[in-house]
């Protein structure tokens, strides 16, 4: 008896139900933003006068929601659902016929192939915290490259100057070796000069000595032929005896007194 009316029951199931048949399942944004509602539109094929099926919807987030679709539901052939999303990504969204039991309020899933569409979900504050975060990390990589480009500027500064001090290091050094070799030069002319008027005396001394050695000799004076000639002669003086000589010393009397 109960395997009768269960299975009476089970044929108006089947014929209520396929007359309920799923038709297609859609959103009206294919874009959506975290916790703002996804409109989720569900539409059943052919005119049908009485709704009473089972349907499932999976939000591709982990949640479901089963649907007992009644005429109280159903709008111009379709039910709408919204859902709200509490992190971006992508989502799969997919509705398909599910049995609810209900006692007797159980009702056939409704017919028809499951239909599948997918939602994508931005993150509106984490978008706009991402730009930020990437205007901040273009302005530390441009005050980087600012940074970088003072450094070598100052480094080529550095360098340009300790090349300046090099440079006027070396023209003090250059100068001082001028006045070095012009003095040396000006000690080499007096010397050249010395040597000079030491040769040129030296060449006359040698002109004057070679002019004496050349001249033929000079005759004698007559003075100095006359005395060659007759010599003076000079009577040898004698030595006379003091007188004295041979007296005793206190008969001795100085000459004049």
């Given at each position: 008896?109960?395997?009768?009316?269960?299975?009476?029951?089970?044929?108006?199931?089947?014929?209520?139900s396929?007359?309920?048949?799923?038709?297609?399942?859609?959103?009206?944004?294919?874009?959506?933003?975290?916790?703002?509602?996804?409109?989720?539109?569900?539409?059943?094929?052919?005119?049908?006068?009485?709704?009473?099926?089972?349907?499932e919807?999976?939000?591709?987030?982990?949640?479901?929601?089963?649907?007992?679709?009644?005429?109280?539901?159903?709008k111009?052939?379709?039910?709408m659902?919204?859902?709200?999303?509490?992190?971006?990504?992508q989502?799969?969204?997919?509705?398909?016929?599910?049995?609810?039991f209900?006692?007797?309020?159980?009702?056939?899933?409704?017919?028809?192939?499951?239909?599948?569409?997918?939602v994508?979900?931005?993150?509106?504050?984490?978008?706009?915290?991402?730009?930020?975060?990437?205007?901040?990390?273009?302005?530390?990589?441009?005050?980087?490259?600012?940074?970088?480009?003072?450094?070598?500027?100052?480094?080529?500064?550095?360098?340009?100057?300790?090349?300046?001090?090099?440079?006027?290091?070396?023209?003090?050094?250059?100068?001082?070796?001028?006045?070095?070799?012009?003095?040396?030069?000006?000690?080499?002319?007096?010397?050249?000069?010395?040597?000079?008027?030491?040769?040129?005396?030296?060449?006359?001394?040698?002109?004057?000595?070679?002019?004496?050695?050349s001249?033929?000799?000079?005759p004698?004076s007559?003075?100095?032929?006359?005395?060659q000639?007759?010599?003076?002669?000079v009577?040898?003086?004698?030595?006379?005896?003091?007188?004295?000589?041979?007296?005793?010393?206190?008969?001795?009397?100085?000459?004049g007194?």
């Open positions: 008896m109960v395997n009768k009316y269960l299975l009476v029951a089970l044929g108006f199931f089947s014929m209520q396929y007359a309920q048949k799923i038709d297609f399942a859609k959103s009206e944004i294919d874009v959506a933003s975290v916790n703002s509602p996804v409109s989720i539109f569900v539409g059943f094929a052919g005119d049908v006068e009485s709704y009473n099926c089972g349907l919807i999976s939000y591709g987030d982990g949640s479901k929601e089963l649907i007992r679709v009644v005429n109280d539901e159903v111009f052939g379709q039910i659902r919204t859902h709200l999303y509490q992190g971006g990504g989502y799969t969204i997919t509705v398909g016929g599910k049995m609810i209900r006692g007797i309020k159980t009702v056939a899933p409704c017919v028809g192939d499951d239909r599948k569409f997918v994508r979900i931005v993150d509106q504050a984490a978008k706009e915290m991402k730009n930020e975060a990437q205007r901040q990390l273009q302005d530390v990589k441009s005050i980087e490259a600012e940074l970088r480009q003072k450094e070598l500027d100052l480094l080529k500064k550095e360098q340009d100057l300790r090349l300046k001090e090099k440079e006027q290091e070396l023209k003090l050094k250059e100068e001082e070796l001028v006045k070095k070799q012009e003095l040396i030069e000006k000690e080499l002319q007096a010397k050249e000069k010395r040597l000079d008027r030491r040769e040129q005396n030296l060449t006359r001394q040698a002109q004057l000595l070679e002019k004496k050695n001249a033929p000799a000079s004698p007559a003075e100095a032929r006359s005395a000639v007759n010599p003076v002669r009577a040898p003086v004698l030595a006379v005896p003091s007188q004295n000589v041979n007296r005793p010393k206190s008969e001795q009397k100085i000459d007194f």
